[in-house]
């Protein structure tokens, strides 16, 4: 199984980027698929998450700007980002796992924001 995340850049402040993860290598579709990120210097956190049921949890700092959605058929998973302020620079890794098993992990994908 992999996971390709694309969709980073760079984007002023105020700005809007959307974060896409493809997954190849499985037919099965994910119970849980999510975002994590990590700025230089601290630990990898999470953005966001979402179950195949549709329920999603996000990192007090994005509600209300972030979006995930997620398309089951194709097992791929979206981060819109708006309103993006320079503290959300970060690499942003996609995540997903089946059920009781690990996550597996994308490469990440760089998030510049300049002020």
């Known amino acids: 199984v992999q996971l390709q995340a694309s969709g980073g850049g760079l984007v002023q402040a105020g700005g809007s980027l959307r974060l896409s993860c493809a997954t190849s290598?499985?037919?099965?579709?994910?119970?849980?698929m999510g975002w994590y990120r990590q700025a230089p210097g601290k630990q990898r956190e999470l953005v966001a998450s979402?179950?195949?049921?549709?329920?999603?949890n996000y990192a007090d700092s994005v509600k209300g700007r972030f979006t995930i959605s997620r398309d089951n058929a194709k097992n791929t998973v979206y981060l819109q980002m708006n309103s993006l302020k320079p503290e959300d620079t970060a690499v942003y890794y996609c995540?997903?796992?089946?059920?009781?098993?690990?996550?597996?992990w994308g490469q990440g994908t760089q998030v510049t924001v300049s002020s």
């Open positions: 290598g499985t037919s099965s579709s994910f119970n849980d």
């Open positions: 979402s179950t195949r049921g549709g329920s999603t």
């Open positions: 995540n997903a796992r089946f059920a009781g098993y690990a996550y597996y």
